[in-house]
């Protein structure tokens, strides 16, 4: 009995031993597996961080896990967008054909219509196409420890020109350069750099498949400046640049940058729910030579929403050497008097533009433009321009956000100091795609 009792205790001690060794080996081969799973967990988010960038506390996404702005201050947010804009254009003129390859051929350029004399023929409609108004911007911002925010920005177009004189033409490339349109950078209410004048109401501009639509009463001019902003009232000194005609037009109008003081704007705009408006003043030097003079004009804007679905965007601008701001320097700045004497010419102009969405795809604009000039016909003779005006009618619609596919008729007119006057008539379509 004592034997077969110890037999059978020596049986249990070894099952039971076994059993201790069978526990080991699972407990190991269960650490084993975490183990993997845990490194196979950690080369998964290497891989992904290394394709799409981790993202950080400010839920932003990254292009890259390294700075994409090596140079630039940590924290600096890049971004980039953009258009790509095609337009087609079909036009009749009734004396004489625009210039091709002019900027008039381009986009509605009032002083580019043709004024003919008795008997003048425009001869049929032509058609032009492009996409030189397609365009790209890059910007930087940062906001340092202290919240002070800083911006660098910079914009271009195509609308640069030929860059060779063999393939920069319609032939056979259509190379294009590249042109600067904006780059400045900003420090909390300042800037300092190149974009729109302080004198131009930017946000008043009517929506167009023209590169501007109502030309003729719009103040339009990009150029370097230093400007402050402070609430609703902005100031700036700009870039100075004199246009002149000269005696009883004797020679071609050419413009002098022997301008010393700076041209001075000021702005103030209030805006809320029902639109905004917008009153600004500029004060100028002109010189050319030793010859000196002044002027001044006021430019009174803004948009009226009469609803979820209209609104009526406006401008009246007047003064005296208001001609290179307005219409894309349809009037000169001053003029010479038979004494050589520098002259301030006078200048008006104005726009109207009704705006209804029919949907939230389509849309429509109803645009009227003119500009104005008080030529003494005893200084300028009677060869310059006194008025041009246009019409605008258009339908846009988008299939989906940030896809455009529109037209417009345009109506323009220039009219001379003689009583000469040209007729532009044309139908210009545009796809445009915003990215």
Known sequence: MALAQTAKEQELEARV??????????LAQQQQTATTVAETRAEVTEVRSAQAGTAPADGKPRIQTTPIMTAANAGT???YGGNIKFDTMVTDTSDGRIADGSAGRLFYLPSAIPVGGPGADGGDAYTDQHAQFSRFWFSADHVTEGGQKVKAYIEADMFGGG?????????ATNTYGVALRHAYVSW???LAGQTWSNFMDVAALPEAVDFVGPTDGTIFVRQAQLRYTKGPWSVSIENPQTTVTPYLAAGARFNT??????????????????????VAGLLRQFKWLDETAT???VSVSGRFNMGPSDDI??????????GRYLAFGLGSDVVVD???DLDALDGYGAFVAWRHAYTPKLRSNLMYSRAEFDNDKAITGFGVTEAAHSFHANLIYSPFPKLDVGAELIFGQRFLEDDREGDLTRLHTHIKYTF
């Not at 031993?17 to 699972?26: F, H, K, S, W």
């Open 17 to 26: 031993a076994q059993l201790e060794r069978m526990v080991e080996q699972l």
């Open 77 to 79: 947010t890049f971004s």
């Open 163 to 171: 860059s060779n004189a063999l393939l920069g033409n319609e032939t």
């Open 188 to 190: 909390n209410e300042w």
């Open 257 to 278: 940058g022997d301008n010393v003081l700076p041209d001075l704007t000021a702005r103030w705009t209030t805006k809320g729910d029902w639109g905004h408006f917008s």
């Open 295 to 297: 002027g001044a004009a």
């Open 313 to 322: 965007r406006y401008a009246v601008n007047a003064g005296s050497g208001i």
């Open 338 to 340: 038979a004494s050589g």
